[in-house]
């Protein structure tokens, strides 16, 4: 195993990179993004984002809730990929302007390895999970672990999650470089797949900070942030001629979650791979192109392309009513609908 499972999570014998180190330690607005590619039911490929800025505590612990819906492959054999991670921290050991990359795979463990089943007890109070995976890292030729712990719900917590996903990190105090997170993203393959119906899932996320540097953790801090994913993410095209003498064109579609028209979003109408036109959505999720094609005469075929990103609707998010979901002492701080890229079937035209 490398040398980070070690973790005496939440007690601070870790001396390892990912103990994401905080400054200032008086705020704490943590932000979690839930996306998939494609934005589509049944969609295989899953990830989880994260996001603090330089004022935020340093966390302690964080518990992804995956809602009901969702289904997953949880028995991978231990050696196993599972995905990729991709984070940034502030290396505040080095300087307060050092930004540092962390990245690494997504690996499937085992309680039967002591050190997993050790920082298991001490990050959720029981070595027995549904699964276990560690975040194999690698920082400035540093090898790096983290252990994840995953459960299939069951009691209270079964009416709004499927899965659960839980996290520990050691203290600031005890971090190698002084390292505090600005981001990480963890994409998943083949592990949790998107609904089979259409809708709008809640992804909650319980995250815990430390009331100082050196620890102990802060309770009454803890906070709710909310992945909200609108499935699936969608753009249509249809075109018509308006006249064969001029070669005219005229093109409609819209942009759509949940079915519901998203505005705002900004449109690519395509020749090929080629950007020919660009357009932003109205408030009903509607576009509209109008185009007189030159040169050769011949049949064009066009798409559409649309990449909606992330949008804070921390009140509408906050306000969502999610069964059995205990309040967070410090309350819900951000909601965030997911981004999306999604491309229109082809249309061609003939002028």
Known sequence: MHRALRL????????????????????????????????????ASTTITIKQTRDDDATAKVTFY??????????QAAGTKLGTV????????????????????????????????????????TGTHSAFWVLALEASGQ???????????????????????????????????????????????????APVSPGQYVWPAIFTPYS?????????????????????????LKGKITSKKKRTASFTGSVTENRTGVGGARVQLLIGTTVAFTATSKANGSYAFALKKKGKKGT????????VPERSITAVGCALTVPNLPAAPAGCVSAIASPFTATSGAVRIKL
């Open 8 to 43: 005496a999570v939440l007690t601070g014998a870790s001396t390892l990179a990912l103990a994401f180190a905080g400054s200032g330690l008086a705020a704490y607005t943590p932000q979690f993004i839930v996306s998939h590619t494609p934005s589509n039911v049944s969609s």
């Open 66 to 75: 995956v809602p009901q819906g969702y289904t997953g492959v949880l028995g």
């Open 86 to 125: 991709a984070a940034h921290v502030q290396a505040t050991a080095i300087s307060q302007d050092a930004i540092l990359p962390i990245n690494g795979d997504v690996i499937a463990a085992s309680n039967a390895d002591a050190t997993v089943a050790a920082a298991s007890l001490q990050c959720t109070g």
């Open 143 to 193: 090898k790096l672990s983290v252990p994840v712990f995953i459960d299939s719900t069951a009691g209270p917590e079964a009416a709004f999650a499927q899965f659960k996903l839980q996290v520990c990190l050691p203290p600031p105090a005890t971090a190698t470089f002084g390292a505090k997170l600005l981001d990480a993203a963890l994409t998943l393959s083949n592990v949790i797949t």
């Open 212 to 236: 100082s540097s050196a620890g102990p953790i802060n309770p009454v801090g803890t906070v709710q942030s909310r992945a909200v994913v609108r499935l699936p993410g969608q753009i249509t």
């Open 300 to 307: 064009t075929t066009f798409r559409a392309r649309v990449t």
